[in-house]
T-cell receptor, first 112, second 114 residues
Framework: DQQVKQNSPSLSVQEGRISILNCDYT??????FLWYKKYPAEGPTFLIS???IKDKNEDGRFTVFLNKSAKHLSLHIVPSQPGDSAVYFC???????????WGAGTKLIIKP | ETGVTQSPTHLIKTRGQQVTLRCSSQ?????VSWYQQALGQGPQFIFQ???????GRGNFPPRFSGLQFPNYSSELNVNALELDDSALYLC?????????????FGSGTRLTVV
């Protein structure tokens, strides 16, 4: 039972354009969502998060949008840069719980 | 400020054996979480330790056990290894319990069971 789903295993985007990564969840109790980025041979690094009381959070080139009614969130990266090429994971949690539930990841490739 | 260090980086074990993986948490962090990441999947929560006590456990059998030491470093022990235990094991430390404190992950230990 996958509670967090990232349906696109990979995404290819031209440098300078917008990258949009999507994530769907099934558990309506989730109230905190995070995006992590992972390079090969490294651990995941935190990118941006959003609480369910908000529908948007922005940090520089990264913006996360949350649509609670659709149980959907997305990560927008603009403009996309070559260093953004990595695997992006969406994760969710219930009420500052200790446990993160992760999606399977989307591999983002930024083409020069 | 040092990050999270995991050892060893890689190891190969035989089915039925036991293994111990180690994690040194980031300075000032008192909470350690362990995750298992199988190939092509997202990490799965194994358990969390807060101030040397187990603070929560995911859907893993009792042969997965852990310890946290007074310096907040941690061990993950797996007994009676099975082929399906082959995975990347990630350790993450944080300032306290709760995901909103932010986790710092190590680079992981790649375990192969043959």
């Amino acid at each position: 039972d996958q509670q967090v789903k990232q349906n696109s295993p990979s995404l290819s985007v031209q440098e300078g354009r917008i990258s949009i990564l999507n994530c769907d969840y099934t558990n309506s109790m989730f109230d905190y969502f995070l995006w992590y980025k992972k390079y090969p041979a490294e651990g995941p690094t935190f990118l941006i998060s959003i609480s369910s009381i908000k529908d948007k959070n922005e940090d520089g080139r990264f913006t996360v949008f949350l649509n609670k009614s659709a149980k959907h969130l997305s990560l927008h990266i603009v403009p996309s840069q070559p260093g953004d090429s990595a695997v992006y994971f969406c994760a969710a949690s219930v009420s500052s719980n200790y446990q993160l539930i992760w999606g399977a990841g989307t591999k983002l490739i930024i083409k020069p | 400020e040092t990050g999270v260090t995991q050892s060893p980086t890689h190891l190969i074990k035989t089915r039925g054996q036991q293994v111990t993986l180690r994690c040194s948490s980031q300075s000032g962090h008192n909470t350690v979480s362990w995750y298992q990441q199988a190939l092509g999947q997202g990490p799965q929560f194994i358990f969390q330790y807060y101030r040397e006590e187990e603070n929560g456990r995911g859907n893993f059998p009792p042969r997965f056990s852990g310890l946290q030491f007074p310096n907040y470093s941690s061990e993950l022990n797996v007994n009676a290894l099975e082929l399906d235990d082959s995975a990347l094991y990630l350790c993450a430390s944080s300032l306290s319990r709760g995901v909103d404190y932010g986790y710092t992950f190590g680079s992981g230990t790649r375990l192969t069971v043959v």
